[in-house]
């Protein structure tokens, strides 16, 4: 199965200021996702990562407020735009692999937004 | 587009007795269906997985789960809980379309009695 690399792991940030997520991924893969997860909640999908073409957003969630990069096959970043505290949440980057065990996802990025 | 229910928020079993959480499904078509663990402050792990096939699949640490196609569930099992077993459980669905996204229920807490 693959190997991703999320970072930072866990960040505090001010109120209104933006904060990038990379993920990293060992292996070319063709389905990219990101989620968050909030503070006693499940895991709730924003949007699929399509390579070299604009992210695919679930409703409730919009590209001012989490633009997606997928610049290649193994790289993505998620930026939550102008913070509240609201956005203090886990998040985390999946892929799927055909054929493989199904989905991997990342340790997750803990963000909390003071 | 797919959903997932988890009808019960918490559930709460002695040690060494039995388990079974339940989860519901929609989708139109054969779903790929899923269970993972999140211990307090860890990651999700994979406990199992449907794709085809046999309809009771066997995961790790002694968990099963069947599909049942006509009733839309996909009930997680255990014959003998043991107090590592505390965690939060996740079902989730993906539809092999063209979208390939996985969907997660809300969730169960499982706290497990001395």
């Known amino acids: 199965s693959a190997v991703i690399s999320q970072k930072p792991s866990r960040d505090i940030c001010q109120r209104g200021t933006s904060l990038t997520i990379q993920c990293q991924v060992d292996?070319?893969?063709?389905?990219m996702f990101w989620y968050r997860q909030q503070p006693g909640q499940s895991l709730t999908l924003i949007a699929t990562?399509?390579?070299?073409?604009?992210?695919?957003?679930e409703s409730g969630f919009v590209i001012d407020k989490f633009p997606i990069s997928r610049p290649n096959l193994t790289f993505s970043t998620l930026t939550v735009s102008n913070m509240s505290p609201e956005d203090s949440s886990i998040y985390l980057c999946s892929v799927e692999i055909q054929g493989a065990d199904g989905y991997t996802f990342g340790s997750g990025t803990r963000l909390t937004v003071v | 587009a797919q959903s997932v229910t988890q009808p019960d928020i918490h559930i709460t079993v002695s040690e060494g007795a039995s388990l079974e959480l339940r989860c519901n499904y929609s989708?139109?078509?054969?779903?790929?269906l899923f269970w993972y663990v999140q211990s307090p402050g860890q990651g999700l792990q994979l406990l199992l997985k449907?794709?085809?096939?046999?309809?009771l699949v066997q995961g790790i640490k002694g968990f099963e789960a069947e599909f049942k196609r006509s009733q839309s569930s996909f009930n997680l099992r255990k014959p003998s809980v043991h107090w590592s077993d505390a965690a939060e459980y996740f079902c989730a669905v993906a539809g092999m379309d063209s979208s390939y996204k996985l969907i997660f229920g809300s969730g169960t807490r499982l706290l497990v009695r001395p």
């Open positions: 292996s070319q893969v063709t389905m």
């Open positions: 990562a399509n390579q070299g073409s604009e992210a695919t957003y």
């Open positions: 449907y794709f085809s096939g046999d309809t």
């Open positions: 989708y139109g078509a054969t779903p790929y």
